[in-house]
């Protein structure tokens, strides 16, 4: 199984893209805002979210479906 030791952007748009989600879809799935992911992905390596936010994310990548967490373990970054 795939973990992310420190989220940043890149990991964050990496996880949304393997669930196959929209930013409004993942924003909503997380309980922040669609301009929160967006930051996320636009800031890329440069930021990571607040623990809490990584809490949400960690979660999130502990129940995908096994595609989903096969696109997350090997993303084309």
Same mark, same amino acid.
């Given at each position: 199984m795939a973990t992310v030791e420190i989220w940043t952007g890149v990991? #964050? +748009?990496a996880l +949304?893209?393997?669930k196959r989600m929209s $930013?409004?879809?993942f924003a909503a799935h997380l309980g922040v805002s @669609? +301009?929160? #992911?967006?930051?996320?992905?636009?800031r890329g390596?440069? $930021?990571?979210p607040r623990p809490v936010n990584q809490a949400a994310l960690d979660t999130s990548l502990a129940?995908?479906?096994p @595609?989903?967490?096969e696109r997350f373990a090997r993303p084309s970054r």
């Open positions: 990991e #964050v +748009r +949304r893209q393997a $930013i409004e879809a @669609d +301009r929160m #992911v967006s930051k996320w992905e636009a390596a440069s $930021i990571q129940a995908p479906s @595609d989903a967490h």
